[in-house]
């Protein structure tokens, strides 16, 4: 398949009703993040670069909090916080009264957990190709039953799984939007009519997905969804953002909970809490704030750049380092086109080693059981891509 016809599979379903898209301008774009000028950084899906506007909203803080102290809080650091909620809500198709900040993915899926309880059903299935946090929620629960779909080819797993494993017994189908290790797009609204019918629920953790590949959670039809800025977001450690579908936030009551979560937080009434009406019922304690304004830097650029663009480059890049690979002789575990994203996993007897290898040469990637992870992202360049593929390919010979 070639790079063109690649792009145009993989992007189809998201674009064709967008209209054409600028492209995106490298030159600035690039020096905007200074590692892009010190190594070969083809690793986003670990941690997305740090742009000189986080690091500029990262020293703002640091100069309020020098000047003002803790009165920064009520005159800049709150509103920080609500502007950012704005955007994450405007970046995956929600309101911001459904999107609730928390310190981790972990924390977020825990609060999901303590919030739809039910007697009557105790049987959770999620799939082996998850990101373990997801399962760990579970298995710490002795009540729960925890159903593990196996994947046919190591790649994805069938929505028929989903399908022949949740009935009446199920709380949730709980899994991921992209598969953390193959790369894989799962089939979201499918995955939640079948826990809808099933009258369960469906919680999602799409960590790999926001600020790679377009995103609308309400349109989707899942109750929770969970992201964060650290990865293709930009904006690093210490913060997640989860969603609540609308309909279901007041219905639900956490049992674990926090002044943020209290809807007079200021009244620091002990002997008296009332949740929030909104997805902040679900906070868990004070955000991290460092964390909050460099995420503020990073989706603005990701929302100025445009969701549409940054998948296209994507989609180019992803499409040339397949190509690459496969030209060197090296064996690559790939979704099908139309369900892949900017992460491509490279077979490796040692990749580990291969990894050792790629830093010495100033090539920064990451590697799982088995294979080199290769994340490439809108700032990077066809040139990288190719320095990559070589470097590896040397690596043994």
Known sequence: MTRDAGARALSQDRTAATGPRPPVDLESVREEFPILSRCTYLNSCSLGALSRRSEGYLSDFLSLWHRMG?????????????????????????????VALLPSTSAALSVVAESIGDPKRTRVVCTELDFPTLAYQWTVKPEIELVVLESHDGIRVDP????????ERTLCIATSHVFFATGYEQDLPTLARIAHDAGARSVIDGYQAPGQIP???RASGVD???AGPLKWLLGGPGLAYLYVRGELVQSLQPRITSWFAAERQFDFDVRRFEFRHDARRFELGTPSLPTVHIALGGQEIVDEIG???????????TERLVERCQAEGLTLRLPEPERRTAIVMVTHDD?????RHLAGHGVIVDHRPGFVRISPHFYNTEEEVDRCVDVLASYGR
């Open 215 to 217: 995103v609308d959670v």
């Open 160 to 167: 028929e799984q989903f399908a022949d494993a949740v009935d």
């Open 351 to 355: 990749p580990a080693g291969a990894v």
């Open 224 to 226: 929770f969804y969970t």
């Open 70 to 98: 803790a009165s920064a809080w009520y005159e800049h650091w709150l509103a920080r916080i609500e502007t950012l909620r704005s955007k994450v809500a405007g970046h995956w198709g929600s309101e911001e009264e459904e």
């Open 307 to 317: 969701i549409h663009a940054i998948r296209a480059r994507n989609v180019a890049l």
